[in-house]
């Protein structure tokens, strides 16, 4: 038998938070983003349940053709262009739209013979300093692709810092729209999922989500439930050992949390080498059996320790939900001081993955 740890991608979740970012993107279209192995989902399963977006976003060359492969014809966003000249080719070849974000880019493209039309995203520094053109470099970068006999539409991106933040987007906003005012013709796209949620003015021609369709949240005060969304990956696994703990008794790797009170312990079958975040500390939470239990001690590779005290029924083969459904990625992240995000890429290859409708 294989150890109990699975993960379980829910395609209606997707599907349905994708409805609910169509909604607010209110007739922009939308390029789910599904970059790193879609958020950890899986790159084929999630463009199939994603299958009502008007595109995907993803950056590997490699994944983009895995998608051709699978028969998937929708047009895809290559989020960082491309990397060396040979990459060019395989723009035509697999229909693919780059972001061009460096004068490097625009001279490969020009020295490049495409067998045929492409469309093209220029990326616009706003104030992320990140990737993109500012103002003394898109004017050229503009002309040049323009130039191109192969490029047929140039669409101007841009991308926000802190839309799910303090900052918010009003400073990137004013500095795009004014870069960008001489550029008149053409399409724009600017929102992630915070901005797509938080900034109706940014949604422009086409919206950019990602941690969304997966049923997380961007923001740190604003539950995922309470945006409507559900979530599509549940990591669960199973109580493998228990230990009865007299007060003053340690658990685990450094000693590091000690019985108050009498306990019961439940050893359960995820570690950090399945994709749970190693720093998560004594107090996050997890699912037993469906109740709200607390982890104790270090997370090790392959194990970690519950506290199942007050959880009678709990023994050897009882589930664990470690997050997903009743249990978000986000509250479990936030208790590891980190995002959803890393807790959703990091999911490691060794635990098997199963799909549900
Ligand atoms: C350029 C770009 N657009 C959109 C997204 C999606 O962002 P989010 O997952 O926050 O919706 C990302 C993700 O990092 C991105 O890099």
Same mark, same amino acid.
């Given at each position: 038998?294989?150890?109990?740890?699975?993960?379980?991608?829910?395609?209606?979740?997707?599907?349905?938070?994708?409805?609910?970012?169509?909604?607010?993107?209110?007739?922009?279209?939308?390029?789910?983003?599904?970059?790193?192995?879609?958020?950890?989902?899986?790159?084929?399963?999630?463009?199939?349940?994603?299958?009502?977006?008007?595109?995907?976003?993803?950056? @590997?060359?490699?994944?983009?053709?895995?998608?051709?492969?699978?028969?998937?014809?929708?047009?895809?966003?290559?989020?960082?262009?491309?990397?060396?000249?040979?990459?060019?080719?395989?723009?035509?070849?697999?229909?693919?739209?780059?972001?061009?974000?460096?004068?490097?880019?625009?001279?490969?493209?020009?020295?490049?013979?495409?067998?045929?039309?492409?469309?093209?995203?220029?990326?616009?520094?706003?104030?992320?300093?990140?990737?993109?053109?500012?103002?003394?470099?898109?004017?050229?970068?503009?002309?040049?692709?323009?130039?191109?006999?192969?490029?047929?539409?140039?669409?101007?991106?841009?991308?926000?810092?802190?839309?799910?933040?303090?900052?918010?987007?009003?400073?990137?906003?004013?500095?795009?729209?004014?870069?960008?005012?001489?550029?008149?013709?053409?399409?724009?796209?600017?929102?992630?999922?915070?901005?797509?949620?938080?900034?109706?003015?940014?949604?422009?021609?086409?919206?950019?989500?990602?941690?969304?369709?997966?049923?997380?949240?961007?923001?740190?005060?604003?539950?995922?439930?309470?945006?409507?969304?559900?979530?599509?990956?549940?990591?669960?696994?199973?109580?493998?050992?228990?230990?009865?703990?007299?007060?003053?008794?340690?658990?685990?790797?450094?000693?590091?949390?000690?019985?108050?009170?009498?306990?019961?312990?439940?050893?359960?079958?995820?570690?950090?080498?399945?994709?749970?975040?190693?720093?998560?500390?004594?107090?996050?939470?997890?699912?037993?059996?469906?109740?709200?239990?607390?982890?104790?001690?270090?997370?090790?590779?392959?194990?970690?320790?519950? @506290?199942?005290?007050?959880?009678?029924?709990?023994?050897?083969?009882?589930?664990?939900?470690?997050?997903?459904?009743?249990?978000?990625?986000?509250?479990?992240?936030?208790?590891?001081?980190?995002?959803?995000?890393?807790?959703?890429?990091?999911?490691?290859?060794?635990?098997?993955?199963?799909?549900?409708?």
């Amino acid at each position: 038998m294989p150890r109990p740890i699975r993960a379980t991608i829910s395609a209606g979740a997707l599907a349905h938070n994708l409805m609910v970012a169509k909604a607010y993107a209110s007739g922009a279209r939308l390029w789910a983003v599904i970059k790193a192995n879609a958020y950890g989902h899986g790159l084929e399963r999630a463009a199939r349940a994603l299958e009502a977006a008007d595109g995907y976003a993803l950056l @590997d060359f490699q994944e983009a053709a895995r998608l051709r492969v699978a028969g998937i014809d929708r047009p895809l966003l290559m989020l960082e262009g491309f990397f060396k000249p040979a990459d060019v080719a395989l723009l035509h070849k697999y229909a693919l739209t780059p972001v061009i974000h460096n004068s490097e880019q625009v001279e490969m493209l020009r020295l490049a013979a495409l067998p045929g039309e492409i469309d093209v995203y220029l990326k616009v520094n706003s104030g992320m300093n990140r990737l993109g053109f500012t103002v003394d470099s898109l004017r050229p970068a503009y002309n040049a692709i323009r130039l191109h006999p192969q490029v047929r539409n140039i669409t101007l991106m841009t991308h926000f810092a802190d839309a799910d933040g303090a900052g918010g987007v009003k400073a990137q906003l004013d500095w795009f729209n004014e870069l960008t005012k001489p550029f008149e013709a053409g399409q724009r796209s600017l929102a992630n999922s915070a901005a797509l949620i938080a900034f109706p003015e940014t949604r422009a021609d086409w919206v950019r989500p990602g941690i969304m369709l997966y049923g997380c949240s961007p923001f740190s005060d604003r539950s995922a439930a309470s945006l409507g969304l559900k979530p599509a990956m549940t990591l669960g696994s199973e109580i493998i050992a228990t230990q009865h703990l007299q007060p003053g008794e340690r658990i685990g790797y450094g000693f590091s949390y000690e019985a108050v009170g009498e306990m019961t312990i439940g050893v359960v079958a995820c570690g950090y080498a399945d994709g749970y975040p190693r720093h998560a500390p004594s107090g996050t939470p997890v699912l037993v059996n469906g109740k709200r239990a607390r982890i104790v001690g270090r997370v090790s590779m392959d194990m970690l320790c519950v @506290d199942i005290s007050d959880i009678p029924e709990a023994y050897i083969g009882t589930p664990v939900t470690l997050w997903g459904e009743g249990l978000s990625a986000d509250e479990v992240a936030a208790a590891a001081g980190t995002l959803s995000y890393e807790l959703l890429c990091a999911l490691a290859a060794r635990v098997p993955v199963s799909e549900v409708a």
